[in-house]
């Protein structure tokens, strides 16, 4: 591994006078610009560094730190914000977390200093203190809507932004005439990557919902009493954490597990336990695999490998957690599926995503991969009924 470290005197001489709100965003591709990381966080660029960030946006200022990796180099970038709460926001919603649409893998990554402690653990749980910071915390939030949006294909994006267009009214001026015709996107992505493209569109997506969507609670199928007693003993006494080997690319392997239906001798007991347990409240289950997970904190997603629906479950105890997706097809609003001691059930071949949660967590999600178990994608509105039918 070689690394090659210059910061020039008026970066350095920048740094410190902001020192108080700023932070270094590691793991970048080097062809990512300055707007491009502002993208990437869903905020607008502030470009003169000579005055305050004002709210609501953030300063980059780009190193030509550079790190070999068998993937390509990476860089680093300072980044400046209006207050210290603001920057805690930010990187407690995205500390972690893989940056999707990328090749090889980029995380977001953050740290106080360039060599100093990261502000938020990999796995996005545990806050530890600076100096003039609060008690480390015990936590995993929300992921904002930008994030959420990100998981969406760049072609689906692009459709939402133009059917507002063509179905309100209140579109303010700047957003109409920065996505006004395609030749506009096409020239823009001569000068810009496309993952500048992807982000930008998000945090106009973001725009057009008024930064917020609606959400609708609802119930996951109830278990029986006393049926989840014994699965949650095992986890939490079983020595399957951390699995011996990475379960799932660009996944941290320590709280997730997969079992799968053909499975080695050890994996036994979890599986029978959580067959007999959907067995339960559901008739002729599919699935052919399991993700397990504890403590478990992923990026809003979408699984492309699967075939058919899938149904899920938490166990332990904890307060939030809630699985969430959208409700309908152009996502105007989401659902928040309490999965505590019960079952939900979504599509994974569109997004998802777990809400904030804090204390003790452990789910199960049962999906298939298997070309035999595929079924054709059904409203959420279908998996939303079967759940609320008991």
Known sequence: MTTTHHVSDSMQSWRTSHEHASCTMSDLSPKW???????????????DTNEATPPGSVAVAISNTTRERKCGNTSRATLTFSSRAELVNVVTAYQGLAV?????????????????????????????????????????????????????????????VNKFRTTTSSITSSIREDSKDSEVRKAKSKRRCRVHIHASLCTKLA????????????????VPVGSTDELLKYLRSCTLWPPP???????????????????????????????DLINTVVSDPIYNALA???????????????????????????TGGMLCAEADEDGAETLAIDVC???GRIDG?????????????????????AKGDWTERMPQEVHTKWMTSS
């Open 207 to 222: 725009q057009l919902y008024g930064n917020s969507r609606p959400i609708r609670h609802v119930l996951g199928m109830p």
């Open 292 to 318: 397990v997970t504890k403590s478990f904190r992923g990026s809003p997603h979408v699984d492309n490998h699967d075939k058919t629906h899938q149904h899920v479950i938490a166990l332990g105890d904890f």
């Open 100 to 160: 999707p649409i990328t090749h090889g893998y980029h995380y977001y990554t953050f740290s106080w200093t360039d060599d100093g402690d990261t502000l938020i653990s990999a796995d996005g749980c545990t806050r530890i203190s600076d100096p003039g910071c609060v008690e480390a915390e015990s936590e995993v939030s929300s992921p904002p809507l930008h994030l959420q949006l990100m998981a969406l294909p760049t072609k689906e994006l692009e459709r939402r």
């Open 245 to 275: 080997e990475k379960q799932r690319r660009g996944v941290s392997a320590v709280n997730y597990l997969t079992v799968r239906k053909k499975h080695p001798p050890e994996h036994d007991i979890i599986w029978n336990l959580c067959h």
């Open 33 to 47: 610009d300055e707007g491009t990381i502002a993208a990437l966080l869903g905020l607008p660029l502030h470009e």
């Open 349 to 369: 071949r569109s997004v998802h995503w777990v809400s904030g949660w804090t204390g003790e967590r452990y789910s199960i999600v049962y999906y298939s991969t």
């Open 341 to 343: 001691n019960r079952f």
